[in-house]
């Protein structure tokens, strides 16, 4: 049999039938400065194991598959593994704005992210519903948009305020565990939308200045920043420059999805940006205020990330951006890498996983090509989505999320699609005690891959009512 390993690796050479090592086995370590960042090379000979790396964090995955040989059946003679991962950024992305989960939850996540070599932590920070990470220049912003009354998502009423951020000292203490683990946390600060808790806190940042409590529903609302006036663009900056102080990495992500423009259409104060920028449309308006960000941030050392919809003004510039993809109807991604820009692949279909497995299987989120929509040219990598409307409590969050991300860790290693279904699943099942209870208990088997019936039943009740032509068609298309 296979070694059940996750992700599985690049080369692999192994004789199944050979004698067990010792549990403890003797591990040796020899420094290549060499070899890639994330490479290395792990073999076993005469009953000790020999692991080859350089500084970075080759050694640490090496470590890992150990892990994940002795979890599951023991380490061998004869293994003789070269690995190292096609994709550089193999990411999750956890909303903590529309439930709010903590420091203890969040390390459960990125310990159980970490075994599977994921290297990327984007952090969900801000959105309509919950403003979640202090700024010391603007108190307001946790004081007041971090708390609503009620929330009422999908019709359900909690009746009871939620609440919830992370001070400063916190995401320092977040950023330190992930950097152990060498994965690095991007922040996400939303802009222009989703803005409305921001605007809670501080009227002036939206057009019309009125004042407003965060959001307690899910939707896209249409109480955008105002990117005319020049305090609230100054005020974002003075937020992205704390942000940029606090996290180690390279990236910030800067929202720039679902950006209603009823707003900027009857404020003065956008259209005299329009016109003194010559900008042709409501698009322009966002990818002009987004280059602008993304030139302050790089300013600063670090790279902005996008989601899709602030392509559609036609001017973002791949040297300052890079774009998260997650539904782009018009193929705007393609034409980006072909100018030279690097996507982030989180299609809605196969990495969104906070829809039920009955619309997302497992199967699906596996056989999923990250180049099926933009190409292979310019894909920096892959992100599993966890949105929080509906996800009500941290057990659920984990089975969402596992076995599903494995699929994500599965296919930011390896590349293309690789390795069988069968085979893949049953390293899944093999591993599940490295995400026992205290860390990320996953769904049961038996519910990965629900039949169809089971499949119209899920999302027909997840989204109360009929479905959309769209959604029945993603459904028919993946079925088994
Ligand atoms: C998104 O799902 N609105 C990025
Ligand atoms: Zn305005």
């Not at 609302?221 to 305090?231: A, H, I, Q, R």
């Amino acid at each position: 049999m296979k070694p059940l390993l996750i992700p599985y690796p690049k080369q692999i050479g192994f004789s199944a039938g050979a004698p067990l090592l010792p549990a403890d086995a003797p591990v040796t370590f020899t420094y290549a400065p060499g070899l890639g960042e994330e490479a290395y090379v792990l073999k076993t000979a005469n009953g000790a194991v020999n692991v080859t790396a350089s500084a970075g964090a080759g050694r640490f995955y090496a470590e890992q598959t150990l892990m994940q040989l002795s979890a599951a059946g023991g380490l061998r003679e004869g293994l003789d593994i070269h690995d190292a991962p096609a994709f550089s950024y193999r990411g999750f992305m956890i909303d903590c704005c529309r439930h709010f989960y903590g420091v203890p939850e969040l390390k459960r996540l990125i310990d159980a992210a970490a075994r599977f070599k994921l290297n990327r932590f984007h952090w969900h920070l801000t959105d309509d519903q919950g403003w979640r990470i202090e700024i010391k220049k603007y108190p307001l912003l946790t004081e007041v948009g971090s708390k609503r009354s009620g929330s009422r998502f999908g019709g359900v009423n909690e009746g009871k305020p939620h609440g919830g951020f992370f001070t400063q000292t916190e995401i320092r203490e977040v950023a330190d565990y992930c950097a152990a683990r060498h994965i690095e946390v991007i922040p996400e600060i939303e802009m222009p939308g989703h803005f409305t808790a921001a605007i809670s806190a501080y009227p002036f940042l939206g057009c019309t200045g009125e004042p407003m409590e965060p959001v307690q529903k899910e939707g896209i609302y249409p109480n955008v920043l105002c990117v005319g006036s020049d305090e609230a663009v100054s005020f974002m900056k003075d937020v992205l420059g704390e942000v940029c102080a606090l996290f180690p990495g390279r990236y910030v992500h800067i929202g720039g999805d679902e950006a209603p423009r009823k707003r900027w259409q009857a404020c003065e104060k956008c259209a005299a940006r329009m016109k003194r920028l010559g900008l042709a449309d409501y698009d322009a308006l966002q990818g002009s205020f987004i280059e602008e960000i993304a030139a302050f941030l790089r300013e600063k050392g670090k790279t902005a990330i996008t989601w899709n919809e602030s392509l559609r003004g036609g001017c973002l510039s791949p040297e300052n951006v890079i774009v998260q993809r997650w539904m782009d109807r018009d193929n705007l991604c393609a034409d980006f890498t072909k100018r030279g820009g690097s996507v982030i692949e989180s299609d809605f279909y196969h990495y969104y996983f906070d829809y039920p497995y009955g619309m997302t299987p497992l199967r699906k989120a596996f056989t999923y090509d990250p180049a099926e929509k933009t190409g292979a040219q310019g894909i920096l990598g892959v992100e599993g989505a966890l949105w929080t409307e509906y996800v009500r409590s941290f057990h659920d969050l984990c089975q969402k999320l596992f076995p599903r991300l494995l699929a994500v860790a599965e296919r930011g290693w390896s590349g293309a699609p690789g390795r069988s279904y069968a085979d893949f699943t049953a390293a899944v099942q093999a591993l599940l005690p490295l995400l026992g209870e205290g860390v990320a208990p996953m769904l049961p088997p038996d519910r990965w891959d629900p039949g169809m019936r089971r499949r119209l039943k899920e999302v027909a009740s997840f989204f109360k009512g009929p479905l959309s032509a769209d959604t029945l068609r993603q459904l028919l298309e993946n079925r088994e």
